[in-house]
């Protein structure tokens, strides 16, 4: 049951973020009616999943939901901001719901009533609004579906004879009955007399009442409050829900009026007993179509637990690997006809990489609706107007760096509504469009995604950060630095430029952790602001995690994978160039290109051979040559951890293992090349770090 | 099979470093290979001694004796690799230590092992489970766990420590 349990969270989880999706959707075109048929459709879903697998909470949750989208949907209420606004709170609680410990959370039962109250308000605003004329279809509306908490009643109603004399008609007693809910009246004569001895003054005439109603029990005793010392009554509840919708057993109901004196309370229960075991084959009934119907939809895809995706990412890495050894096997002998052989496999496990690889992505627009809702409701709280605009949400991500992604570009977000975007009547004193704008712009580069958030808001002061870094003693006030590095120092630890900390961002966890954790999963950030103009800040990612394309080279004995997306040329320089030259420039087809030797930095001997290569990078928007002993070629590198005890050699994100069983180091040339240079900005990190 | 059991069983991994025989509880050692090209890992501690290939996994190698603050291994046919589990804030790691020579596994009764002499030991006690004493040798039992997880060179023989407790430790065990 548990297992079914978490596939329901699953499901629900996603249905709710789809919901999130079309409620955003809506916003924008409140009219859509397939949009409002979605949402509906989403809580359709839920309301019947719930039911079944025991969270009530939600099941008469989203019931009401369901009724007031229902209403949008006959075009009795109009997809108003109001409404939205309560749903898509009601989409946050929902998602509180699915977990059953806050159940005893006091603070989310509070939130159950107080929004199941404004979604109740918002089914009556509609009433009250429309006119009489419309009150018949209403209730029919409000008829069709079952309301909450409707129970179904039996009433036995026989006056005292004298009933007259007090001045009271039992008819309108009936006519109350008749507005606390549906009512089904069946009027007995039988002990009307004949007329010789009947009495004019006197009622004769007794009542059976079904009376569906969502009033309490008090309240239908009330309607007879005046009569009930004299009269003979009885109000027993007889069905926890709307027995009148069953046609079948106001039929029978009718059909035993006729034919009996009265109907008695007996065979009403027992009719009740009927109407529930068809109302039951009645739900499964509607749920098989249900369950057929979104079978048909969703035949296109399939769910697959992350764990086996895993396991395929790792076999898939492991044939890589033997591969590697196959093909290194045929060259090494000479065997007929097992160089094609190992040619082909190297093909085929090339597909099959990319295609296993393919499996795993999934497309950025997945966290894009979460993006959307946070600067709908931050840039309401803030009373700013923004628009978010994204551009590339078909762009896709391997779905460990899409998750581990969510946490960073909602602060960057959150840093750009809170202190990028100004108040609008700034930005009309500045000249700007009164609406502020933070765009999303996902898009591949190479073998990468670039990940693009920009703002038209008040950028970055870079005095201010200037001032604020000599201050907290991370430079020191006669250190010239450029506008890049400048704008660095927002990533340094403990650098929050927010001058006040609010709730939302500047807490002096900022950028640091930002730019912390998409290290981890091997991107980079870069930061580009205008002073008054807004501020852009870039994410680069890899594809994937797992296996890279990699130029193989050796120094010394040792095998280095370099990125085959860094690689720019490869040059061959006599081993004689590089010693005489100065500043570590050489001069390659015209150019100044800074290179590092490689042996030299690694702390090896000096290299005997005559030649050496030059692998010229790309590092920033420079170019960057790296010199080693020389290069093998091209190589598919699976990326394997080296583990915890290196975990301070970061210039080498991983090792992989040669088709000789041997182990080759995957060079970051970025941090390498970083580490080489020793940059003002990044000597400056190097001695922070004790004074923490 | 697991924790439990494992500890229930008497037997030892003994190896050599330099003259001296220590030993380590077998549920810790996976694999004992013999010595094969490691891959230098640059700007490493000098105890990093590179990383190997381990049936398609990438292995770090550690020089247990420069760990012990011993000079460096020099390789001879008798140089090996164990291959350790090693548990390191309750996750477990393969590393592997190199070194000159492995010994026997042992049968060590719980009994026959006596608890790290508290003083008078030239060893760090924290780093030793027990003494045994066989055929009138003594071998030190390590806890592997606590040597291998450090990341500074734990240097066993705890003489750089100068302070009020050394000096009555001086020598006398040896």
């Not at chain 1, 797992?546 to 061959?572: C, Q, R």
């Amino acid at each position: 049951m548990d297992n079914f349990k978490k596939k329901f969270i699953e499901e629900a989880t996603d249905l709710l973020e789809g919901l999130e999706k079309s409620l955003l959707a809506l916003e924008e075109n409140p009219e859509d009616l397939s949009l409002i048929q979605q949402v509906f459709r989403v809580m359709h879903t839920l309301k019947g999943n719930s039911g079944m697998f025991g969270f009530e909470m939600i099941d008469s949750f989203t019931h009401e939901m369901e009724t007031v989208y229902d209403l949008i949907r006959n075009g009795k209420l109009k997809a108003t901001r109001e409404i939205l606004d309560v749903t898509l709170a009601a989409v946050d609680h929902l998602k509180l719901l699915l977990n059953e410990d806050n159940y005893n959370d006091p603070e989310v039962i509070g939130n159950h009533k107080e929004l199941l109250s404004k979604v109740a308000l918002l089914v009556k605003g509609d009433s009250a609004s429309e006119q009489n004329a419309h009150a018949d279809l209403n209730v029919e509306v409000n008829k069709s579906v079952e309301e909450k908490g409707e129970k179904t009643y039996y009433i036995f109603f026989e006056p005292i004879n004298e009933i007259f004399d007090n001045g009271t008609n039992p008819l309108y007693l009936l006519d109350e009955l008749h507005d606390l809910g549906k009512v089904e009246v069946f009027a007995h004569l039988n002990k009307v007399p004949s007329l010789n001895v009947l009495n004019p003054e006197f009622c004769y005439t007794y009542w059976e009442v079904i009376i569906a109603t969502s009033a309490s029990l008090n309240d239908i005793s009330d309607v007879f409050i005046f009569v009930e010392d004299d009269s003979t009554i009885e109000i027993q509840e007889i069905a926890d829900y709307n027995l009148l919708t069953d046609e079948i057993f106001i039929d029978d109901l009718k059909k035993l009026a006729s034919t009996q004196n009265d109907i008695g309370l007996s065979s009403v229960q027992n009719l009740t007993k009927e109407a529930n075991s068809r109302k039951v084959k009645d739900k499964i009934k509607s749920f098989n179509k249900d369950r057929s119907t979104s079978k048909e939809t969703s035949i296109s895809s399939i769910r697959v637990s992350a764990d086996k995706l895993d396991i395929l990412m790792n076999l898939v890495s492991e044939l890589v690997t033997t591969q590697a050894r196959l093909s290194l096997f045929a060259e090494e002998n000479n065997i007929p006809g097992l160089l094609p052989i190992a040619e082909n496999v190297q093909k085929l496990s090339r597909q099959l990489r990319d295609t296993a690889f393919s499996i795993v992505l999934i497309p950025i627009e997945n966290m894009l609706t979460r993006f959307q809702r946070l600067v709908r409701d931050l840039s309401n709280e803030l009373g700013k107007e923004v628009v978010f605009v994204t551009e590339g949400a078909e762009t896709e991500l391997d779905k460990t760096i899409i998750e581990s992604l969510a946490d960073p570009l909602m602060h960057i977000l959150r840093n750009s509504l809170d202190h990028g975007i100004e108040d609008s009547d700034v930005r009309v004193k500045k000249g700007k469009p009164k609406q502020g704008r933070i765009s999303l712009k996902a898009y591949y580069s190479g073998a990468n995604v670039m990940i693009q958030i920009s703002d038209d808001g008040a950028g970055i002061d870079p005095v201010m950060i200037t001032e604020k870094a000599i201050a907290k003693g991370i430079i020191s006030p006669d250190r010239k630095l450029t506008k890049r590095e400048v704008l660095e120092l927002v990533f340094l630890p403990g650098f929050s430029t927010a001058r006040q900390v609010t709730d939302l961002s500047g807490r002096g966890v900022g950028m640091d952790v930002v730019k912390r954790k998409i290290s981890d999963i091997r991107g980079e950030v870069e930061i580009e602001s205008e002073f008054g103009h807004g501020t852009t800040i870039t994410i680069k990612l890899p594809l994937t995690l797992s296996i890279i394309d990699g130029l193989l080279v050796k120094v010394e004995d040792t095998h280095f994978i370099i990125p085959l997306l860094v690689v720019d040329k490869i040059y061959a320089i006599d081993h004689e160039k590089i010693k005489k030259t100065f500043n570590n420039v050489v001069v390659l087809d015209g150019k100044q290109i800074p290179f590092f030797y490689i042996r030299e930095e690694f702390d090896l001997n000096e290299s005997q051979e005559k030649f050496e290569q030059v692998i010229v990078v790309n590092f920033e928007e420079k170019r960057v040559g790296l010199i080693v002993d020389h290069v093998i070629g091209e190589y598919q590198a699976v990326l394997k951890p080296l583990g915890k005890h290196y975990k301070n050699q970061d210039m080498i994100s991983g090792a992989t293992i040669l088709g000789d069983g041997t182990v080759a180091l995957v060079v970051d040339t970025n941090k390498i090349i970083k580490l080489f240079s020793k940059h003002e900005v990044f000597k400056i990190k190097e001695e922070e770090k004790p004074e923490k | 099979m697991n924790q439990e059991n494992l500890s229930k069983i008497n037997s030892y991994l003994s190896f050599k470093l330099g003259d001296e025989e220590f030993a380590a509880h077998v549920g810790k050692v996976l694999n004992i290979l013999e010595m094969t090209k490691i891959t230098e890992v640059p700007k490493a501690p000098v105890y990093m001694k590179g990383v190997i290939n381990l049936r398609g996994t990438v292995l770090p190698v550690i020089d247990t004796r420069i760990k012990f603050g011993m000079t460096p291994t020099v390789y001879t046919t008798n140089t090996c690799i164990i291959v350790l589990d090693i548990d390191v804030d309750g996750e477990s790691i393969y590393v592997g230590a190199l070194v000159d020579a492995v010994q026997a596994v042992l049968e060590i009764d719980k009994n026959h092992i006596l608890p790290p002499p508290s003083i008078g030991s030239k060893y760090k006690s924290e780093f030793i489970e027990g003494v045994a004493n066989i055929d009138d040798k003594f071998i030190m039992i390590l806890n592997m766990d606590a040597v291998f997880s450090t990341d500074e060179i734990t240097n066993l023989r705890d003489k750089t420590e100068e302070t009020e407790q050394t000096t009555d430790i001086e020598e006398i065990g040896s």
